[in-house]
């Protein structure tokens, strides 16, 4: 299983509708209004999305509070990743992290190093002495599936590193506004014109939108001139293009959403964290990384299955092996579900 | 102008809706009863799409009449030439043809071969003695922008020697519905288990959908799983998943469209043959490619532009030079403003 959400895969092994664990959406669901605006959208389905995604990019940029040259929109985050791999030498990853990283590097022929976490999932960063020029580190900020964020002043020193050795640095931050808001890396980057980084958000997972596969994101000029070279033409749909300026207007609903799950995380880790056999690892973001004491991730995952539950194995990320798993915070009915069952299995 | 369509760059330049005669789509729209789907597809925002796109697998699968086992989907044609593309040594392209080919071997690094039509568009075989192993042959059929279609028996021809050279064989039929019935190449090489080839179609010119991005093909199932794995997982949004499991149902939709637009185009090709100092091209297709016999594109582009019509200046596509325009088959009143905006000209 490489990636969560497979829904369809495992619906015949419960009778019942599967509460889906293993994909880290908005339990809140999309902001309100977004279907009248889809509604109304449908007439220029007969017309291509404007190449160049203008009124999209203005959405975007003002609601990052960036300019317009600096943004990049593209089908879901995965397929900006992608082109920021097709340009650069060679790719760095971290282990464990997302694995479409490492797999489109290994598509597109280029070479890749792994770089271990500490036990802790922090980064070693003596052991980024291995980038030299024209290497692409990606990191996950908060990475997946371990859900820590880079503190700002390692973050400002990985930047450092990168620029010292002409390399370059993105961040994949699809899971941004889940987390508490200890900086903004847009803000800061910006002071830099975003210098060989590039950063990489998207309305998936926050916006609970991942039918609609709407990636985007900030990079220098330069750097967004070669990506987007490196871009299918129309890669984003009409609807997704349409969604894309409204949805990030609904302040109020951006506001709800941070302080459900901020609320939300906190109860779900301290309930996790009282049940014996397994350890919950801290985390800054909508999911919680877990340590399986007892069991391999199999066994849990089968039972969770047999209880209409669908969580992420976690050995298909490097270095975690088979006992770990991966769990959304949902909304507290389906938290407590979730609490009760793994209760149960002790 | 690297692709048609671009309205919003144009609209300034004149006051009132511009007449798209750049972009090929049907001039029906697409089938009565999309709106409901989708409206109903909404709910399903929610969650990631199939990542394995099964039901809308089998219901292309039906329409091609093909195994499921043999069909690819992606974000419109381009992404499926683009993973092609992807899995090959070295490309061969015809000029003129849909920049597209060219562009997505550059970007992945692959050396391209181009090899010229005849004076009247059809392919010089001795020229395919270029081809050896691992290359990929990618022809439009119908050729965007000539508007041809192979001869069945050199199409069989050109299979021969792509197989005796252990090459592959890429036809882009995106443009397959609109032309006449002389044959389907998925039931040619269906009896062939596709051994080698791979043809791709679209959602997007005859269903009349270029905003949905819907693309869809057939190939070995050795060839596709290599195809799949170089795709970006869910690269078709969860829309389009839902509007490919219902239009190709709408077989009534289908022969209406096919008898129109067989109607328009000879009506079409008809009357511009009439006018002095132009030479339209013959045609299988809707679109018709003109040589212009006294003006250069830019100058005729303007004019159109100026009575709020919008052609496709040719000299993007190798080999054309200045002197040529392409325009799209369109509803019989446009149709008409398009010829007596023509014979103005004159």
Redesign the interface.
Known sequence: ME?G?????YKDRYDGELI?FS?N?NPL??PKG??EV??DS?K?????????Y?KLKDSISNYLVCNKENVLVG??A??II?SFV?SVKRVITTTPSFS?YEKRAI???KPVIKIPYRDDFTIDIDKLDVISEGDLLILGNPNNPTGLRIEKDQLLEIYGIIKKSKAFLVLDEAFFEFCPEDYDSIQIFKEYGFERIGIIRAATKFF??????LGYGCTSPEWKKEIE??Q????V????DAAGQFIFNDREYIEKSKAYIDNERIFLLDELSKIEGIKPYNTKTNYILIKLLKWDEEYVFNIFLSKGILIRKCSSFKDLGKNHIRVAVKDRGNNLKLVENFKRII
Chains 1, 2 share one sequence.
Do not use: M
Request: hydrophobic letters at 40%; a negative charge; charged letters at 20%.
């Open positions: 990636h959400a497979d829904l369809l895969t889906d994909s959406i669901g999309p977004l279907e889809l509604i449908f220029s389905l007969i017309a291509y999305p404007d190449i160049k203008r089908n879901g995965v397929e992608d097709i479409e598509i597109h022929g609970a939108l991942p039918g609609i596969r070279k490196n299918l033409p129309w890669s749909n009409t609807l997704a």
